[in-house]
């Protein structure tokens, strides 16, 4: 049955290699620009990918990559407040944009023959961005509107929350994309407008277009839009990093919302572009083999055989510039108590550790991780995210067009280490989301505090 | 089958386009007012492209007498494969039993024949079939997805799912434990509690007022006889309705049709316990406003009223109307006068939501809750306002936007299969891919001025507020 209640959204593996699917060039000015030709219909994905997120904020100024993001629709030195969009929709178009941890990245769907309006649209505001303290005043109380959406009306995004923030405790990724409330309110205008000609500049964005187009057909469109923007000094890199984790971390999170416990655990774990990056792949292929559906580990053992859960799933996203989470979502039985499920996750963890995968499991997994990438062609879209996505954050576009083959060469003994690598309990964050009333008799042991609380101890 | 997942969802945050991300939490409307389960429309949701093939709508019929429509699209090796089941849906749960019908989907992949439910997943998984059986108020919709060459196995797994499910004393135990944990977590979804008290004002003793997925007593009571019951009176071949979209032919279609699914009855077997087979049609809705106390920040509103029947010749005004009252994103009037004029909101959104038996305009937009009043007034005030106050622009810039946008719905193997699928429910006709665009085309301003006037009045609009 598929009532699992966490919404995947399924990585973006791609494709078994074919033939190469993308090309690729740069501007003059320093602007890469990546190619993903698909003729089946005369429609294309445009989107600009700016290598700014919200870990690239200064301490205190949280929430400045995604406000200055919805700020971006607020006009231009040509364009009035919301005409951008407008342009877009009057003209068949869908827009929209995104701001994560390492990116902030804007797209359009549309005709193929809308392109150049397009560009030339993007590429206006990728300098000339105009705001007026109104709009931002406005906007304020939007972005507040879409945290408490996003975050504060739900309890499990308010534990993930404080895990996150728990789990990074040097590094900005601990910090809300969206950002802290009460640094939301502060941020000026003139704050905004500084992070705005710090970052957006076309050596620091990458194009990437998808859809019925050939690099030569865009060439002389994006020199003709793009080209014409000046080039900006070269950010200096940060380079933070985390100290040392010597203490398992324990989250509990109380709230009158809640009627319907939740578990779940963090683990920092090497991405693609970390240290021990070279246990990212057999990191995706233990995720699966652990969480990945009703043959998993965890769905096996906690769902159908001990019956202590309703679901168990994993996530893991190898695609960050710095270490990501391996995480884990268990929703319990309510006669569950949480020392129980721990346990009995514990022992899944420990069990992978001390023996490892079958051969089985790891074809199982390999099969589903390759068909998927041939599934995951047919939308031109998601092929134009996953080149976006991996190359805003550092890997060459060969990463999306390799990954089959690298997934596929994962052995045993890889996914064995990685688990070795990954599971260690001071590396952890436990989160637990109980119901107000409850969290004084639900769990002896980690669960003490009545209110938001984050507990460090062992576990 | 889920598979490993990225964070993605939780850590992109992005300005909201109505129907991908925020728009309809409960219900998303597809193409053309459309609704469809949630699962359905997420999985359809997101893309770009087509108008490929606009021509190339077919129909075989195999020997079993069961017809398929289908698109040839040898672009990948891959074939997607829905089948609807007609009179499958929530809405015909006998009474008691409200969530049979999701009970049923969510039992059918759990063992078939000789393979226990963990065996059938992993069959699946060898092959890397995507399965899956997902129910709204109408129908039980079967969902397929495999490579060309796992097509074959793909068939015989879901045919001995359909004719030998296990139905396992302890996996049944596990499943409806499972639907009432999920049922239990929604009520912490304010968008849910909305919702449910919603269609329980608006429908009143219609079994359209019951939440698909039923209640923690009602799911409780279905036992091992009711699901064995669904599937002999509800999984026929004259209820089925069959699309395929990929690298397949015609041949090759009417093959499997009468190989895996021709071995079912063509006609339920009552064996005396008769299911409901009939539905009754909604000839009215109650309207009143309430208020459904949360402790939650924000406030989420949420109203609906009459909307217009697929068939009705004002379809297609109406399905302007709600690109300009709260369907187009940025451009709507409800999100102008809310998020733009005033920062009251994240999202405001509209959508026509089309049942087989009823056919309803819905709305909604969340606040803090200090707002509430004045939000709930300028969406009033809106609605009044549209309901004489449609131009002549409006209605252009609307059109150009519908008739633009439509190939950008089409442009996966999957979302054109929807979209077969519910030209083949809907009866809109084999030629309905080439004939939309005219249809918006030919709508007049005139046209939607008279149908802002018959719905777009508040007293004809149940308002629900969760939180405050």
Redesign the interface.
């Known amino acids: 049955?598929?009532?699992?209640?966490?919404?995947?959204?399924?990585?973006?593996l791609p494709f078994q290699c074919m033939a190469a699917i993308y090309q690729q060039f740069t501007l003059a000015n320093g602007m890469q620009v990546v190619v993903i030709p698909?003729h089946?219909?005369?429609?294309?994905?445009h989107m600009v990918w700016y290598k700014v997120g919200a870990k690239d904020e200064e301490v205190g100024k949280s929430g400045i990559a995604?406000f200055l993001?919805?700020l971006m629709?607020k006009g231009t030195e040509k364009l009035k407040?919301?005409e951008f969009?407008?342009i877009i929709?009057?003209?068949?178009?869908?827009?929209?944009?995104?701001?994560?941890?390492d990116f902030t990245a804007y797209f359009q769907?549309?005709?193929k023959d809308k392109l150049l309006l397009v560009m030339g649209l993007e590429a206006e505001r990728m300098t000339k961005l105009k705001l007026s303290d109104d709009e931002i005043?406005?906007?304020?109380?939007?972005?507040?509107?879409?945290r408490?959406?996003?975050t504060?009306?739900e309890?499990s995004?308010m534990l993930?929350e404080q895990m996150k923030a728990a789990l990074y405790q040097n590094h900005p990724y601990g910090r809300p994309?969206?950002g802290w409330s009460h640094e939301i309110k502060q941020l000026s205008p003139s704050e905004i407008q500084s992070f705005y000609h710090l970052h957006y500049a076309p050596n620091k964005a990458i194009l990437v277009v998808?859809?019925?187009i050939t690099a030569e057909e865009l060439r002389p469109l994006a020199e003709a839009t793009y080209g014409k923007v000046p080039a900006a000094k070269p950010n200096v890199a940060k380079n933070i990093t985390e100290p040392p984790h010597i203490a398992p971390i324990h989250v509990t999170y109380t709230d009158?919302?809640?009627?319907?416990a939740e578990y779940m655990m963090y683990f920092l774990a090497p991405g693609q572009r970390s240290v021990g990056k070279e246990n990212a792949y057999a990191l995706?292929v233990l995720?699966?083999i652990l969480?990945?559906?009703?043959?998993s580990r965890l769905y096996?053992s906690l769902?159908?055989n001990q019956?202590v859960a309703?679901?168990a799933?994993?996530?893991?996203?190898d695609?960050s510039t710095f270490d990501?989470?391996f995480?884990m979502y268990v929703?319990p039985?309510?006669e569950t108590s949480l020392a129980e499920l721990e346990k009995a996750l514990r022992k899944q963890l420990d069990l992978i550790v001390d023996k490892g995968v079958t051969s089985e499991e790891l074809e199982?997994a390999k099969?589903?991780?390759?068909?998927?990438s041939?599934?995951d062609?047919?939308?031109?879209?998601?092929m134009a995210f996953a080149f976006g996505e991996a190359m805003v954050v550092g890997l060459s576009p060969d990463y999306v067009e390799t990954l089959p083959d690298k997934m596929n060469a994962v052995t045993a003994k890889q996914v064995q280490d990685a688990a070795r690598l990954v599971f260690k309990p001071q590396q952890s964050v436990v989160g637990v989301l109980l119901p107000k009333q409850q969290d004084a008799k639900a769990d002896k042991k980690p669960v003490s505090s009545p209110k938001q609380s984050t507990a460090r101890g062992k576990i | 089958m889920t598979l490993i997942s990225t964070y993605r969802y939780g850590t992109m945050l992005g300005l909201c386009v109505a129907i991908l991300t925020l728009g309809a939490p409960q219900m998303t409307v597809a193409a053309d007012g459309i609704a469809l389960p949630p699962k359905v429309a997420a999985k359809a949701s997101g893309g770009v492209s087509t108008a490929r093939n606009l021509n190339n709508v077919r129909e075989v019929s195999g020997k079993s007498g069961l017809t398929a429509w289908y698109v040839e699209e040898h672009a990948l090796p891959i074939v997607s494969v829905r089948i609807a089941i007609k009179g499958g849906g929530a809405a015909y749960d006998p009474a008691g039993k409200e969530g049979l019908a999701n009970v049923v989907a969510s039992m059918l992949d759990e063992g078939a024949g000789s393979y226990d439910s963990q065996a059938f997943q992993k069959e699946l998984e060898k092959k890397a079939i995507q399965m899956s059986f997902d129910i709204d108020n109408d129908y039980l919709f079967i969902e397929m997805k495999m490579l060309k060459e796992n097509a074959d196995r793909a068939f015989e797994l879901l045919s001995l799912a359909l004719t030998k499910p296990r139905l396992d004393t302890g996996d049944m135990a596990r499943v409806r434990k499972q639907i009432i944990t999920a049922i239990t977590k929604s009520e912490e979804d304010p968008n849910y509690v909305g919702e449910k008290a919603l269609n329980e004002t608006l429908f009143g003793k219609h079994p359209y007022a019951h939440p698909s997925i039923g209640n923690r007593k009602s799911v409780e009571a279905v036992g091992t006889g009711d699901v064995k019951t669904y599937i002999s009176q509800k999984i026929t071949r004259n209820q089925m309705v069959v699309t395929m979209v990929g690298d397949v032919s015609a041949d090759t279609i009417a093959n499997w049709m009468d190989k895996y699914l021709g071995v079912l009855p063509d006609q339920a077997k009552t064996n005396g316990k008769a299911l409901p087979d009939k539905v009754a049609e909604v000839t009215q809705l109650n309207y009143r406003t309430q208020t459904v106390s949360r402790p939650i920040p924000q406030s989420v509103i949420m109203f609906a009223g009459k909307g217009v029947k697929r068939k009705d010749p004002d379809f297609y005004a109406a399905y302007v109307l709600n690109y300009i009252l709260g369907g187009g994103s940025f451009e709507s009037k409800l999100m102008k006068e809310l998020r733009e004029k005033r920062g009251l909101v994240y999202s405001a959104y509209t959508y026509l939501e089309n049942y087989k038996y009823a056919s309803l305009l819905r709305g909604g937009a969340a606040t803090q809750s200090k707002n509430v009043d004045q939000a709930l007034r300028v969406i009033k005030d809106v609605v009044q306002d549209a309901s004489n106050n449609i131009t002549e622009q409006d209605v252009a810039d609307a059109k150009r936007y519908l008739i633009g946008s439509f190939p950008l719905q089409l442009d996966t193997n999957d979302k054109l299969a929807l979209f077969l699928t519910i030209m083949q429910l809907d009866n809109l006709g084999k030629d309905f891919l080439q004939q939309r665009n005219e249809s918006v085309a030919k709508v007049t301003a005139q046209d939607v001025k008279r149908v802002a006037k018959s719905l777009l009045s508040v007293d004809k609009l149940s308002f629900v507020v969760v939180g405050k």
């Open positions: 049955m598929r009532l699992v209640v966490l919404i995947l959204a399924l990585s973006m698909n089946r219909v005369p429609v294309v994905t995604h993001e919805h629709f407040p919301g969009s407008s929709a009057k003209n068949g178009g869908n827009d929209n944009a995104f701001t994560s941890q769907t549309i005709s005043k406005k906007e304020r109380e939007v972005v507040l509107e879409e408490r959406t996003r504060e009306n309890p995004a993930m994309i969206i998808s859809g019925d009158e919302k809640v009627k319907q995706t995720a699966h969480g990945g559906g009703e043959t096996q769902v159908v019956k309703a679901s799933s994993v996530f893991y996203d695609v990501t989470v995480g929703i039985h309510p199982r099969t589903v991780i390759r068909a998927q041939i599934y062609r047919d939308s031109s879209k998601g």
